[in-house]
């Protein structure tokens, strides 16, 4: 697999990229990160997620002492470096050493790794996670390191024999996939939960939206409920990697199975253009 990185602008061998035992990040899961696919030398999205990023650090508090457009710079470099025609870029931003365990506070740290990659394109299989989030939170908005009720979620669905689990909030409706957001599709009319529901503010999501506005596909921000969810037409998950994946199976109280239908396939094909293309 072709791997770089870099920490702070400078690129470093896979075995000196090595991140202080102090920092933050470790100790707190203080920090955020962003992750995108990029197309020959070119990032999908790269503004938008590095205006989440934006927000996420003003949420937190977390003082990046580099610009964006620096940082925008550093990912151009990486991904160019990298010659794989698809890449995975991972942004990752700790908030640097704690002064309380180190003795002295440090800068926050930029991570960039690019890897290559081949986007996945089989059907989901969903179980559904017995942990519940928070919609009201703002921090469900951004991408916080804290994330062990989605990797725990995903674990148990790994085990199950599934690729991911749907997560609820604590009012009993969809929110969103542990890595991806949901959208379903019930008389031709395509749905995805609000985001006071509790789901990411997804760069997939919000590009899909425009593209169904565009096509004149009705589309509609909506809570639902997971019996009413489950009584879907046809069903997908969509993130930066993952672009547009039909779901055919849900395991709740008994197995629901899911066709893939035309509206998901037509959406699937214009995305995936919309992607590759820049169209």
């Not at 602008?9 to 696919?37: I, M, P, R, W």
């Not at 002064?99 to 990659?117: L, R, S």
Request: hydrophobic residues 45%; positive net charge; aromatic residues 10%.
């Amino acid at each position: 697999m072709r791997i770089n990185c870099s920490i702070n602008g400078k690129h470093l061998a896979k075995d000196q990229a090595v991140l202080s035992v102090f920092d933050n990040s470790l100790f707190y899961a203080d920090g955020l990160f962003e992750t995108l696919l990029a197309v020959k030398d070119r990032p999908v999205f790269l503004l938008d997620h590095l205006e989440r990023l934006r927000k996420g650090a003003e949420l937190i508090h977390l003082k990046i002492p580099f610009s964006l457009s620096t940082i925008e710079r550093w990912i151009y470099d990486a991904v160019k470096k990298n010659k794989a025609s698809i890449k995975k870029v991972r942004i990752t931003v700790t908030s640097g050493n704690s002064a309380f365990w180190a003795g002295k506070e440090t800068k926050p740290v930029v991570i960039i790794i690019v890897t290559e990659f081949n986007p996945p394109t089989d059907p989901f299989r969903l179980s559904i996670s017995p942990f519940r989030i928070d919609g009201k939170s703002p921090f469900r908005k951004v991408k916080t390191l804290s994330f062990i009720i989605e990797m725990t979620s995903r674990r148990g669905a790994y085990m199950d024999g599934f690729d991911d689990a749907v997560l609820l909030n604590r009012s009993g409706n969809i929110a969103e996939a542990t890595s991806a957001n949901i959208f379903w599709i019930k008389n031709g009319k395509l749905f995805t939960p609000p985001l006071s529901a509790g789901c990411l503010d997804g760069m997939s999501r919000k590009h899909i939206l425009a593209l169904a506005q565009k096509h004149g596909i009705p589309a509609f921000e909506k809570n639902i409920n997971l019996n009413n969810f489950l009584k879907a037409d046809e069903i997908f998950v969509t993130s930066s990697l993952k672009l547009i994946l039909p779901v055919t199976h849900i395991q709740s109280v008994k197995m629901h199975k899911f066709a893939v239908g035309k509206l998901t396939l037509r959406l699937q094909a214009l995305f995936r253009e919309h992607i590759f293309t820049g169209k």
